[in-house]
């Protein structure tokens, strides 16, 4: 546990030729963060440092400028000279927003508190000394960051409201959402030469781009909220119309564009029109259209009435794939049930000769590149050809995705590489020759650019080493974090194989400690895993897996198994599919010689906690179950609301949760109303008298998967005269973020694994 949770791991690497720097941020051990009040993925942020190497002489790492223990500092965008670049600072609870200088290599911090927009969280330089993003200056954290301080903050005023008795200390909200103010931000921009800001929009912001002359920003508000139709609904669902507005940056005019505007797309092309997907007053995405708005903010309906942007019935916040070649918009569409990628025009929507796999990876001037397995298109104003058969990689690897942001994710704005075979190329142009790199076998490449290289290797123990590679030159290792793990044992991967009657295969994999065995087993069910033939990171020790770490149950000395679990709704509800795939994956196990079949423990979380209970009632023989912050009544969990929402009812009805019983991993694919018995059939907790093995519960007050699911499973269990046991973690979300919680979670489930799976032991 003291080498988990002292794990280094690096970040964003930005490459600044113009300041002579390559800047990569590296995180400190998860142990040393200053405090755990927010959650695991805000955690990572405030243990981030910034260091930074020269670019010709590849020295060691060296912080770029001071930094503060109790705080965690993440990169922005670099300038457009790409001699300032925007940072990020969370201490205290506060998120702040400063300019690096890199040539002086000293910072200044922004009077303004940014918001963190997770469509495309970092600053727009508007020009050198002009900076563009969103500000909250009410709130101290964005909510993608606050994790669960802002809901513990307020539980204690309304505790003390309460206590004194002069106030009220309620929390209001309907089904058209928070009674109350909104969550109100501003769009500004700061003039870095005088520190002055002016706001040029205000409203809650979702979503802002700037179009390429930079004249004009587009902004995505929440709107009304949409009632969910009467079809079932996934997690997805967007319970909130969202508006377009069209800001120009000097006259401040806001031209409002008609219609519900899907997030995710929002794509200028050289001319400065705008593709996106819009739809009427009706609830259903299946409806809606792809637009495109020009420069008076009138939009246009593109591809014909027949062309739809997504799949299905549309009653989930569908993922949509676009963008231009020239002014010539191509896009995945749905016609007929059929997707196919089509240049879209004014009325009609011509098909082109590429799968509709393909995804878009970038794009650069006339021209969009599309990829289908290793087969690259480029995509032009008039034609379509294929540039390469053999593309292994497109992208630098994100180590942190949240800092691009989902919507440039899912759309990349520019591809940065094209690797074929064991050479890397800087794509400029894409396919053509250029600069090239030999890329070492098992290497990542962090970042790239015409002259320069960062690759990173990773081995099996968690020890990671970063290299530079300049054009024509050699390479130079920079850096090494986790060296104290190299000799640490480990446990060994096995591949194991099976097939059903069918003769469909699945592929399990086996952690197997060191010695020679048998050993007791620990099974750990996810429904909807699957699994390849190339290892897994489930089965890594750098994997920041808190609630079910093959390593650390290795490590207490079990053999671990993570069976294929393909859904399959062929036989009823999916839950009654779990049984024959868990059974095939410890049949195959078994016959490694291994492990002990007749000491098997079950250990899932989430929806593998719900698993682990459906499987403690189907599967004779088991010995132990560990179920952790998961589903017991699909019923109640229709209707639950987290922790956090709990306390500040902001958003009013919040239908993740009824998505996720209707058309997520719940599968019931009706409301309970229409379908009350098979959501009863469905749920464990009302099986619980066919349970014969001990059953060990965790949860945490502040977790989405409300911690009643886990206090109804073990009242049911204790009614039916069961061994069983519930820990409940205040503070907790839906994984332990404190390190004491996170002890205390393993300890416990090791001492109840050794308990019930070892002979002879004593507690």
């Known amino acids: 546990m003291d080498d988990y949770l002292g794990l280094k791991s690096y970040g964003q690497v930005l490459l600044a030729p113009s300041a002579g720097l390559i800047l990569i941020e590296r995180r400190r051990p998860y142990r040393e963060a200053p405090e755990f009040a927010y959650d695991n993925y805000a955690n990572q942020r405030i243990l981030t440092q910034i260091f930074a190497t020269p670019v010709d002489a590849h020295a060691p790492l060296t912080p770029l400028f001071p930094q503060q223990a109790d705080a965690g500092y993440w990169l922005g965008s670099l300038s457009p000279s790409g001699v300032n ?39 727009i330089w508007t020009d050198e000394t002009h900076l563009l993003f969103v500000s909250r200056d009410d709130f101290p954290l964005p909510a993608t960051l606050a994790g669960n301080t802002t809901a513990t903050a307020l539980l ?45 929009f205000e409203g809650e912001i979702v979503d802002i781009s700037l179009d390429p002359s930079r004249k004009r920003v587009a902004i995505v508000v929440a709107g009304k909220p949409v009632p969910p139709p009467p079809t079932p609904i996934g997690t997805g669902f967007e319970s909130r119309r969202h508006a377009l507005h069209i800001i120009d940056r000097s006259s401040a005019v806001d031209r409002i564009v008609p219609g519900d505007v899907l997030r995710g797309l929002l794509r200028w092309s050289a001319c400065g029109r705008l593709l996106i997907v819009l739809r009427g007053s009706e609830s259903d995405w299946s409806k809606a259209h792809y637009a495109s708005v020009d420069t008076d903010g009138r939009s246009t309906i593109l591809g014909g009435a027949a062309v739809s942007p997504v799949d299905g019935d549309g009653t989930d916040r569908p993922l949509v794939y676009a963008g231009w070649a020239g002014e010539t918009p191509a896009a995945l569409v749905v016609i007929a049930g059929i997707s196919r990628w089509m240049r879209l025009l004014q009325g009609e929507a011509i098909p082109l000769a590429v799968a509709g796999k393909a995804r878009p990876i970038g794009g650069k001037g006339a021209h969009l590149w599309l990829r289908d397995g290793e087969d690259l298109w480029d995509v032009g104003p008039r034609s379509i050809r294929r540039v390469s058969r053999h593309v292994s990689n497109t992208q630098a690897v994100l180590l942190d995705p949240m800092s691009r942001g989902s919507r440039p994710s899912q759309n990349p704005d520019a591809a940065e590489l094209l690797s074929v075979g064991a050479v890397v190329r800087s794509v400029s142009p894409l396919g053509g020759i250029g600069p090239s790199f030999k890329l070492q076998q098992g290497r990542d490449i962090l970042a790239i650019d015409r002259q320069t290289m960062v690759t990173r290797s990773a081995d099996a123990h968690g020890v990671e080493e970063l290299f530079v590679t300049p054009r024509g030159g050699a390479t130079v290792k920079i850096d090494r974090i986790n060296g104290e793990l190299s000799d640490v044992t480990l446990a060994t991967p096995v591949p194991l194989q099976t097939r059903d009657g069918t003769g469909k295969s699945s592929n399990h994999w086996l952690l197997l400690p060191a010695g020679a065995g048998p050993f007791p087993m620990i099974v750990v069910p996810y429904p909807g895993m699957r699994f390849g033939t190339t290892t897994p990171r489930e089965a890594g020790i750098s994997f920041f897996d ?51 079949a007749d000491r098997v423990g079950i250990m899932g979380h989430s929806f593998g906690g719900y698993a682990a209970l459906v499987l403690a009632e189907e599967l004779k023989g088991v010995k132990a179950v560990v179920a952790a912050n998961g589903p017991s009544d699909i019923l109640s969990a229709h209707g639950m609301i987290s922790g956090v929402d709990r306390v500040a009812l902001t958003r009013g009805v919040s239908f993740a949760n009824a998505g996720w019983a209707e058309n997520g991993q719940g599968r019931m694919k009706r409301r309970p109303a229409q379908n009350g018995q098979a959501y009863g059939v469905a749920s464990p907790v009302t099986g619980m008298d066919r349970i014969e093995a001990p059953v060990l519960l965790l949860t945490g007050d502040m977790d989405f998967v409300a911690m009643s699911q886990s206090e109804q499973a073990f009242v049911e269990l204790a009614r039916e005269g069961k061994d069983a046991t519930l820990v409940r973690y205040w503070g907790e979300n839906h994984t332990n973020a404190s390190p004491g919680n996170i002890r205390s979670y393993w300890d416990r489930v090791v001492r109840f694994f050794d308990l019930r799976l070892r002979a002879g032991h004593t507690d």
């Open 85 to 123: 670049v925007s940072v990020f600072r969370i201490q205290r609870r506060h998120l702040s927003l400063g300019v690096i200088d890199l040539k002086l290599r000293t910072v200044k911090w922004l009077a303004a508190t940014p918001d963190w927009l997770a469509a495309a969280p970092a600053p």
């Open 156 to 200: 204690e005023s309304l505790w003390s409201r309460q206590a004194a008795g002069l106030t009220s200390s309620t929390e209001v909200s309907s089904r058209d959402g928070a009674i109350g103010p909104r969550d109100n931000r501003r769009l500004i921009e700061i003039d870095l030469a005088t520190g002055k800001d002016r706001t040029l």
């Open 546 to 596: 808190v609630a079910t770490n093959g390593q650390l149950l290795a490590a207490a000395g079990y053999a671990v198994l993570f069976p294929d679990m393909p859904i399959n709704e062929e036989n009823g509800h999916v839950s009654g599919a779990f049984a024959p795939q868990v059974e095939a994956a410890i049949r195959a196990a078994s016959e490694t010689g291994r492990i002990d």
